[in-house]
């Protein structure tokens, strides 16, 4: 047998390091050292007034976009309503006021109707019903003020004239004359005075029938 042995059969090598052992220990010590990194407390010294902020979501360029598309939707449908109103022809136009028109005639009879039956609050209702259709029919709101004179209101009455007058008709003979009486029952001569003149000057071709009116007027009005 030969008498050379080598070396790491000595049994001296029980109480060397062996490198088995070096790397078992390396590894446990990488072990060890990422678990240590893995632990550690991100949110250790993070107070209310100490913090940073490492990435922040754009929430107020998503909310302008949001009322961007909202906004852009509420003009799309205004213009698509006025499209809609442009469209419309002036014939259409002239035939939806000629029905209003023909509705409003039948409330003015119901309410002539009423009105020789001297049921004077129903009357003014269908007078009333009548301006719902062509707000600016004179003759309904006359009528209406006719109504309201002989129940005595006549600041009521004066109401329905002075807008006859003021946005309608300023030449209408009705409405200058039922002022004129309603201010002689006030007694208000100055305003009666006006009134009277202003029938003449506006309707000089029916002078007969203004002086008529005024003979009845002291008598039944």
Do not use: P
């Not at 003015?108 to 609050?121: H, I, M, P, Q, V």
């Not at 269908?126 to 029919?137: E, F, H, V, W």
């Not at 807008?163 to 201010?183: E, I």
């Amino acid at each position: 047998m030969s008498s050379h042995i080598h070396s790491e059969l000595h049994e001296d090598f029980l109480h060397k390091s062996s490198k088995v052992d070096d790397v078992i220990k390396l590894l446990h010590e990488i072990a060890k050292s990422s678990k240590e990194k893995a632990e550690v407390d991100i949110s250790a010294g993070v107070t209310d007034t100490n913090f940073i902020v490492m990435h922040r979501t754009n929430v107020t360029k998503k909310s302008k976009s949001l009322s961007k598309k909202t906004i852009s939707g509420k003009s799309n449908t205004n213009q698509m309503t006025f499209m809609r109103q442009i469209d419309v022809s002036e014939e259409e136009r002239k035939k939806a006021r000629e029905e209003r028109i023909y509705v409003a005639n039948n409330f003015r009879r119901l309410g002539n109707a009423e009105y020789r039956k001297t049921n004077f609050d129903k009357a003014i209702e269908y007078y009333t019903r009548g301006l719902t259709y062509i707000n600016d029919s004179a003759v309904l709101f006359v009528n209406r003020s006719l109504c309201n004179i002989k129940k005595r209101e006549f600041k009521r009455a004066l109401l329905d004239l002075d807008h006859v007058l003021n946005h309608l008709d300023g030449c209408c003979l009705r409405a200058w004359l039922y002022k004129a009486g309603t201010l002689k029952r006030m007694n208000n001569e100055a305003g009666y005075e006006e009134c009277v003149g202003n029938a003449r000057r506006f309707n000089s071709g029916n002078l007969q029938y203004i002086d008529m009116f005024l003979d009845k007027m002291r008598s039944d009005f």
